[in-house]
């Protein structure tokens, strides 16, 4: 896309995040999305494009009661809504439509009008990986973290370590699930979920929502907030099996969405203020920090440790407290954008002071897709 | 609950009769040579239908794996390892670790192993022990 053609100019989560046991993921999806109407002034009548994932386009569509000239499913896990302002910049720029609305709703921990279903056993998931004990993230995500663990002649506390300083921003932040501070030994000592991960070295699992509304930067200007632009994207997509991934010690699909969105935005990483990694597991940053280039391979555990990427540290990282700390709800690359959109506008709890650039990374599925924005709140 | 088993394909049944036969079969691709994992009717590298079945030679080196807390009931109760194995001849698969204690202290990175079949009635499936115990 072409650098800043595009704004963010609605942002918001749902009215509560964490335990919401009366409310189902649709309704979510719905809370979130009129709550980003009203942070932009907007009616559901003056969105003509919906994109979400999840639940389908065409429901939300309806239970909103737009008529929308563009649609977008695309649905490849956690990142799926970094595609979807991806897809959106182009719609826009293409004038397939002029305002977008994504959402997220999810009832990850009450299941309430939830999806899910175990792979089909003549599936090649089903097949060659599932007979084998693998039922989810847990025990799919988590597989590669050993053998990266032995290149870089890393440990266990490594991991412990992303989960540490993350509490550190989560209590900064009055909306995050947990908020009591943890030592190393803490992580170590949580109960094992599957070794070497911990129950602290795993995502939360809530319940909550987000929505955005983009439009092309000229019209931005006259919405209450200032515009939140859209500087470059980035997203592909690698394997659906955890096994059959490239290579264990990085992510093809990182490298390459985080690659395509550095070169649209034409910037250096030493012109990053702020980032945003989808940490699902503990070894998530290390991955990102390293194929989105901001540290060599087999530097980001020390990089994190020496306290870079926390409080007070040069490049603040996950500042909600990331889907350790904060929120998960499933698909957490709605709140990543969130964060990300909050600390362009000034008004994170965490601030940033003075953060011009933002990169918010997400993965999809078990490593198996990627997406990349990076946002400015500089105008063109 | 009953072991969660593979249901195969037309284009996965030589692998499950192989494994029923006590045989690991792989994929090669005839132009290009690459063998290839999962089983699929062309190759993945150069995208040639000129693909043949051949019988591996079942050794592999553990490559990455986690050990499992919370089983999956059809796995029993106990902890067990779910392992990314590389095979001699390039591929990966996923499998579980027989014949050892599943702890970090039996399950070393790189240690060699070799395939064995477990009879689950229609289905045989492929996985792997140390060598030498
Ligand atoms: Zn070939």
Redesign the interface.
């Known amino acids: 896309m072409r650098p800043k053609t595009v704004a963010v100019v609605g942002a918001a989560e749902t009215t509560r995040l964490g335990r919401i046991p009366d409310m189902s993921a649709i309704g979510l999806h719905a809370d979130a999305a009129l709550n980003a109407l009203a942070d932009c002034g907007l009616t559901p009548s003056d969105i003509d494009g919906v994109a979400t994932a999840g639940e389908s386009p065409i429901e939300i569509a309806r239970y909103l009661g737009i008529t929308p000239t563009w649609a977008d499913s695309t649905s490849v896990g956690g990142c799926s809504f970094m595609l979807h302002v991806r897809h959106a910049a182009a719609a826009i720029n293409e004038g397939l439509c002029s305002t977008v609305l994504i959402t997220h709703g999810e009832s990850g921990h009450s299941r309430i009008g939830a999806r899910r279903g175990a792979p089909s056993p003549s599936s090649l998931q089903g097949q060659f990986e599932a007979p084998y004990g693998v039922t989810g993230p847990p025990t799919a995500f988590t597989i590669p973290a050993l053998r990266y663990l032995k290149t870089h002649k890393l440990s266990v506390e490594d991991l412990a370590w992303v989960s540490v300083i993350q509490r550190e921003w989560a209590a900064k932040n009055p909306r995050a699930s947990m908020k009591d501070p943890i030592t190393v030994a803490d992580v170590l000592a949580a109960p094992m979920i599957a070794w070497p991960f911990t129950r602290l070295m795993c995502c939360l699992v809530t319940d909550g929502g987000g929505a955005l509304v983009l439009t092309s930067a000229e019209r931005a200007r006259d919405f209450p907030r200032p515009p939140v632009y859209v500087l470059g994207t980035g997203e592909s997509v690698e394997t659906p099996w955890i096994s059959q991934m490239l290579d264990f010690n990085y992510s093809t699909a990182f490298r390459v969405s985080g690659a395509k969105a550095f070169a649209e935005a034409g910037i250096s990483h030493a012109d990053v203020d702020h980032l945003m990694i989808y940490d699902a597991f503990a070894h998530l940053p290390l991955y990102g920090l390293e194929d989105l280039g901001f540290c060599e391979p087999g530097e980001a555990a020390g990089f994190i440790r020496e306290r870079n990427t926390a409080p007070g540290g040069k490049l603040p990282l996950n500042t909600n407290g990331g889907g350790l700390s904060y929120m998960h709800s499933g698909m957490y690359g709605m709140y990543a954008l969130q964060e990300s959109v909050r600390q362009m506008r000034g008004l994170a709890p965490a601030q940033v002071p003075g953060a011009k650039i933002s990169v918010c990374h997400g993965v999809g599925g078990m490593f198996a897709a990627a997406g990349t924005i990076i946002f400015s709140n500089e105008a063109p | 609950m009953d072991?969660?088993?593979?249901?195969?394909?037309p284009e996965?049944r030589h692998f499950?009769d192989g494994c029923k036969a006590g045989e690991l079969r792989l994929q090669r691709c005839a132009d290009c040579a690459e063998s290839y994992?999962?089983p699929r009717p062309f190759c993945p590298v150069c995208g040639s239908r000129q693909v043949e079945v051949y019988r591996a030679s079942g050794k592999a080196r553990l490559?990455?794996?986690?050990?499992?807390?919370?089983?999956?009931p059809d796995?029993g109760a106990a902890?067990?390892a779910?392992?990314?194995v590389e095979l001699a001849e390039g591929p990966?698969?996923?499998?579980?670790i027989v014949g050892c204690p599943q702890t970090?202290e039996a399950l070393v990175?790189?240690m060699p192993l070799e395939v064995t079949f477990q009879d689950h009635g229609e289905?045989a499936?492929p996985?792997f022990q140390p060598v030498n115990g």
Do not use: E, G
Not at chain 2, 92 to 96: D, L, Q
């Open positions: 072991r969660v088993l593979p249901a195969p394909t996965t499950w994992f999962p490559y990455s794996y986690i050990i499992n807390h919370r089983p999956r796995m902890p067990h779910i392992a990314v990966r698969m996923m499998t579980n970090p990175l790189d289905i499936l996985v």
